[in-house]
């Protein structure tokens, strides 16, 4: 198996269809579907065909480019990461993350949103990423500042904020500096 990347405790990886199951599972849970609700799929055959996009996109290298996130110690899919375009941005990408349920409260979503963010940044030059939280996902919230993310502003009536409570943006320049010789 190729890795596009790892952590000290993860594996980054293009997703296989052998995924399918657990991602299905992975994106039923009840804190997925409380805090990214558009995230969840209808059925397997909806995952299946998810994973042929996310593969195609990665293999095509353009966004959304979504990974799989697996634990080094296991090799189980534990969760995924991805980033597309901001609308009307092309010079700007918005970063997801999540991890499952039963591996969260280690630290890997803080782990795995420090690579990703130097991922994104060396493998598609962005210099600037947001990060979205639905207002009331403090976990979350701790991942991005964590990650020095910094808040910018609160946004309503976003398509992915079903229940009205906001979503809290999050914005990190990243600049390269340039090293006199």
Known sequence: MEYIFETEHLRIR???????QCLYENHLEEEVKRWIPNESYADLEETKGAIKFYVDCVNG??????????LKETGELIGDTGVNEVEGNPDEVEIGYGICKKYSGNGYATELLKAMTAF???????????????????ASVR?????GYEFVKEEFGAEDDPYGNGM??????CIMQQVSL
């Open 14 to 20: 293009k997703f296989e269809m052998e995924d399918a």
């Open 61 to 70: 290298r353009h966004l959304p480019y979504v990974l799989a996130v697996e």
């Open 120 to 138: 994104i940044k060396r493998t598609f030059g962005m210099n600037v990423l947001y990060g979205r939280v639905m207002r009331g996902n403090n």
């Open 143 to 147: 991942v991005l500042e964590k990650n």
């Open 168 to 173: 809290l943006i999050y914005k990190k320049l």
